[in-house]
């Protein structure tokens, strides 16, 4: 299946901008929707944003849309979100996913390792 890393993680203040990548290893990248997910502490792995294997279909939680972007680059095997405006309560764990292309987390098929990114007020 698809290994995945992410990156791009850190510490930002209130109203500024990220940008995480999830590089990914296997040949069935191009053709996997991929999904990015966020889980804070004491809550559930929360759906954040999904794209479609051709990048052509996305959807995003409405708590980050308009602030968010997710896009992907087959070619170099890499899944993008760019964060925009960024709050205190968007300070969670990221996750990147492979398969699902829901806003479920149980279908999807392979997970990274995760990146911490908070938002300082």
């Known amino acids: 299946q698809v290994q995945l890393v992410e990156s791009g993680g850190g510490l930002v203040q209130n109203g500024g901008s990220l940008r995480l990548s999830c590089t990914a290893s296997?040949?069935?990248?191009?053709?996997?929707?991929m999904g990015w997910f966020r889980q804070a502490p004491g809550k559930e792995r929360e759906f954040v944003a999904a794209?479609?294997?051709?990048?052509?279909?996305?959807s995003y939680a409405d708590s980050v849309k308009g602030r968010f972007t997710i896009s992907r680059d087959n070619a170099k095997g890499t899944l993008y979100l760019q964060m925009n405006s960024l709050k205190p309560e968007d300070t969670a764990v990221y996750y990147c996913?492979?398969?699902?292309?829901?806003?479920?987390?149980?279908?999807?098929?392979?997970w990274g390792q995760g990146t911490q990114v908070t938002v300082s007020p």
């Open positions: 996913a492979a398969g699902g292309g829901t806003t479920r987390p149980d279908e999807y098929h392979s």
């Open positions: 296997g040949r069935t990248f191009s053709n996997s929707a």
């Open positions: 794209i479609s294997w051709s990048g052509f279909s996305t």
